[in-house]
């Protein structure tokens, strides 16, 4: 009777927050860079509007890195004075080697591989991994099976090092592994790049845990312990004060999510391209040509979900679609523009509701994934922008300002990504 009570209980609980119970799991915390627990928060407080002015700043050099892999070309932007550190946005703890050093990585879903700054680097920040402080850290050498699935390797004696970009970096690192763990389950044997060398301010500081789905990401390398499953609930950036989670494993994902399936683009395996099918405004579906968010595996156009990349980018005739139905809902008011905002109104305004509808899932945006207003109150900015021009602007980018406090599930087993509501922050 008492053990029937107790799996009553039980599924109650289960069914009540409407998660999956069943085999392994682990949440680790996420955080802004520019929370307080972060070491890489700007040394003195800047304002919303410099915040905001940055992330976009920011943005438009994530946006030629992600067009670069799209078109299989290296693109080197310009990094403005005002950028403080251009990387991915959110971070998470990490003990790598043994005994373990922590290290606090920030994760990337359009990237594949790690890279973590080691002993000896030039160009690296202070904080590195000491690798040879670590008894369990082993080079790879050019026969290692890990090695095909890096660009271009070269042998620098028996060790295998490779070259590669990102973003306004050049990076320069040893195929290396070492025991890695993001919670209590160390993963053995983690291939990534010690790094030697690295220019620009790309890199993170302590380095970059791609969560892409290929070969040599975290999801490939940690198949048996995490299913190739993850979520994510991304604190808001206007919070910084809170943390958010990663959900490693299909344990504890929600059961009872919308998803769309995930497309794959051999040519670029990392990325998760979904299928936008559609944009309304309030109740409209505004008129966009099928060609602007259709997925072409050969020319990479279509629609990405990626957390590196603050505010969404649509190619420039879906953008200006749901721009002008959205200002049109508006009503008259003046509309003015800050940085690359065009869609900006002082003073208050009612604003539409703005779904994205992917096949078999549509996304309707809260107020708070939609507009960004000033700490004062008096500045209101519809949170988007056209894809830069300068750029192969074939990609629609589902960014984090939009995904913040909703979990989003990648199932790659099922080939599906969900998004549910959850207030994280
Ligand atoms: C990287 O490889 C080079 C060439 O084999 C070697 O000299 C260097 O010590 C290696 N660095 C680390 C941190 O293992
Ligand atoms: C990496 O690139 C630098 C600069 O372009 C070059 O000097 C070096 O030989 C390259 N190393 C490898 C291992 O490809
Ligand atoms: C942020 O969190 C830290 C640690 O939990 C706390 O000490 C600090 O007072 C908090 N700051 C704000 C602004 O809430
Ligand atoms: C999404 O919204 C459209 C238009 O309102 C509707 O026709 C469609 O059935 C919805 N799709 C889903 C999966 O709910």
């Not at 005739?317 to 008011?333: C, L, S």
């Amino acid at each position: 009777m008492k053990a029937y009570l107790f799996s009553l209980a039980f599924l109650f609980l289960s069914l009540a927050q409407g998660l999956n119970t069943k085999g392994q799991g682990t949440t680790v915390k996420v955080f802004h860079v520019y929370s307080p627990q972060s070491p890489f928060r700007p040394s003195k407080p800047i304002s919303w509007e410099e915040s905001v002015l940055q992330m976009l700043a920011e943005d438009q050099a994530r946006l030629q890195f992600l067009s670069s892999l799209v078109a299989k070309r290296s693109w080197v932007p310009l990094a403005s004075g005002r950028q403080i550190l251009q990387s991915p946005n959110y971070i998470v703890k990490a003990k790598v080697g043994t005994p373990a050093q922590t290290l606090l990585l920030a994760v990337d879903t359009s990237n594949d591989a790690a890279w973590i700054p080691c002993n000896g680097c030039v160009g690296c920040s202070s904080t590195v991994f000491n690798s040879v402080k670590s008894t369990t850290f082993k080079t790879l050498g050019c026969g290692a099976p890990q090695c095909k699935q890096v660009p271009n390797p070269t042998c620098g004696g028996s060790t295998c090092t490779w070259n590669t970009t990102y973003g306004s970096s050049t990076i320069l690192s040893n195929l290396t592994q070492d025991t890695i763990a993001l919670s209590t389950d160390p993963v053995p044997n983690y291939a990534f790049g010690c790094i030697q060398k690295a220019t620009g301010s790309s890199v993170p500081p302590q380095g970059l845990l791609g969560l892409g789905r290929g070969p040599l990401s975290f999801l490939s390398q940690t198949e048996n312990l995490y299913q190739s499953t993850f979520s994510y609930c991304l604190p808001s950036f206007k919070t910084l004060n809170f943390s958010g989670t990663l959900r490693l494993g299909p344990a504890g994902q929600p059961l009872r999510i919308k998803t769309t399936p995930l497309l794959k683009n051999p040519r670029r395996s990392s990325l998760y391209y979904v299928n936008l099918i559609g944009i309304r405004v309030g109740r409209k579906i505004v008129d966009i040509p099928a060609s602007a968010l259709a997925f072409n595996p050969t020319t990479g156009a279509g629609t990405i979900f990626d957390s590196g990349t603050v505010f969404t980018r649509l190619v420039a005739p879906a953008y200006t679609a749901v721009r002008d139905e959205f200002r049109r809902r508006v009503g008259n008011a003046p509309v003015s523009s800050l940085g690359g905002f065009d869609t900006c109104y002082s003073g208050p305004i009612v604003a539409p509701t703005v779904t994205f509808m992917f096949s078999g899932m549509n996304v309707t945006l809260p107020p708070d994934n939609l507009l960004i207003r000033s700490t004062a109150g008096s500045t209101t900015c519809l949170a988007m922008a056209g894809a830069p021009d300068n750029v192969n602007s074939v990609l629609n980018v589902i960014a984090s300002m939009q995904q913040q406090n909703h979990r989003i599930l990648f199932d790659v087993p099922k080939s599906r990504l969900g998004v549910a509501r959850e207030q994280c922050s």
